[in-house]
């Protein structure tokens, strides 16, 4: 599997990036979804348009913010580097800490039930990651250490994990399960929690095959992460579950 040319086309002397183009797709297919599903979880369609409007660029903004801090020293000084993000660089658990921090807020503002709301989001959200991870496929980075496996990413004639595709069908899995629980939820926030867990499963053995990780010191910062997020979120949803049982008794 190739590496292909990042360049989608120009215009006017300016490249325009399949990373941004598929990230950017990404997120309208899931703003979709959610304005679609909305009345499911009785939250007004124009009400969650204001939540798209400000969440989405709070949660890029995270996502880049978040990525730069852990690349400082490649950064620093360099506002043009920090500012080109058609490059790359965007950090999911940036996005995701930024965008449930400014929907939350949003929600105690507008009196909404924020886990009404993430329960609502959380599926498109993990679709529009299975569709934003091609991003990195098109600009070759996001990959695994070297393998000889046939579906294994070439890059500069070596061949290595591609990574992003595990996440890409793990993260579209992901979607098809969550939509169904959401379908038939128990409780509020077992849609959201449930994504918690099952993806941040995911990316602590996904993390351990990449060659190019977020550190915090001498770990890998997805990992570490992605465990205290199973565990707070195994930990919330046992609670919730068992005050869900103890409401209807």
């Given at each position: 599997?190739?590496?292909?040319?990042?360049?989608?086309?120009?215009?006017?002397?300016?490249?325009?990036?399949?990373?941004?183009?598929?990230?950017?797709?990404?997120?309208?297919?899931?703003?979709?979804?959610?304005?679609?599903?909305?009345?499911?979880?009785?939250?007004?369609?124009?009400?969650?348009?204001?939540?798209?409007?400000?969440?989405?660029?709070?949660?890029?903004?995270?996502?880049?913010?978040?990525?730069?801090l852990f690349?400082?020293?490649?950064?620093?000084?360099?506002?043009?580097?920090?500012?080109?993000?058609?490059?790359?660089?965007?950090?999911?658990?940036?996005?995701?800490?930024?965008?449930?921090?400014?929907?939350?807020?949003?929600?105690?503002?507008?009196?909404?039930?924020?886990?009404?709301?993430m329960d609502?989001?959380?599926?498109?959200?993990?679709?529009?990651?299975?569709?934003?991870?091609?991003?990195?496929?098109?600009?070759?980075?996001?990959?695994?250490?070297?393998?000889?496996?046939?579906?294994?990413?070439?890059?500069?004639?070596?061949?290595?994990?591609?990574?992003?595709?595990?996440?890409?069908?793990?993260?579209?899995?992901?979607?098809?399960?969550?939509?169904?629980?959401?379908?038939?939820?128990?409780?509020?926030?077992?849609?959201?929690?449930?994504?918690?867990?099952?993806?941040?499963?995911?990316?602590?053995?996904?993390?351990?095959?990449?060659?190019?990780?977020l550190m915090?010191?001498?770990?890998?910062?997805?990992?570490?992460?992605?465990?205290?997020?199973?565990?707070?979120?195994?930990?919330?949803?046992?609670?919730?579950?068992?005050?869900?049982?103890?409401?209807?008794?």
């Open positions: 599997m190739p590496t292909p040319e990042p360049v989608a086309f120009t215009i006017f002397g300016l490249n325009i990036m399949w990373y941004g183009i598929l990230v950017t797709c990404g997120i309208v297919i899931a703003a979709l979804i959610v304005y679609w599903r909305a009345p499911r979880h009785e939250i007004d369609r124009n009400q969650l348009l204001n939540f798209i409007i400000i969440c989405v660029p709070v949660g890029i903004i995270g996502a880049r913010a978040y990525y730069v690349n400082w020293s490649y950064y620093a000084g360099d506002v043009a580097k920090i500012l080109n993000m058609r490059a790359g660089g965007l950090a999911v658990h940036g996005g995701l800490i930024a965008g449930f921090a400014a929907g939350a807020i949003l929600c105690l503002i507008w009196k909404i039930r924020p886990f009404n709301l609502l989001c959380v599926p498109a959200i993990a679709l529009a990651q299975a569709i934003g991870r091609w991003g990195n496929y098109f600009n070759g980075e996001a990959h695994g250490g070297p393998t000889d496996l046939p579906w294994a990413v070439i890059i500069d004639g070596q061949t290595y994990h591609p990574t992003f595709l595990y996440e890409s069908i793990w993260c579209f899995i992901l979607f098809l399960i969550l939509i169904y629980v959401d379908n038939h939820r128990k409780f509020e926030g077992q849609v959201l929690l449930l994504y918690g867990i099952l993806y941040s499963l995911e990316r602590f053995f996904v993390e351990a095959l990449r060659t190019d990780s915090i010191g001498p770990f890998k910062q997805a990992q570490v992460i992605s465990l205290a997020i199973i565990v707070i979120c195994v930990i919330a949803y046992l609670l919730l579950k068992r005050s869900g049982k103890s409401s209807r008794r």
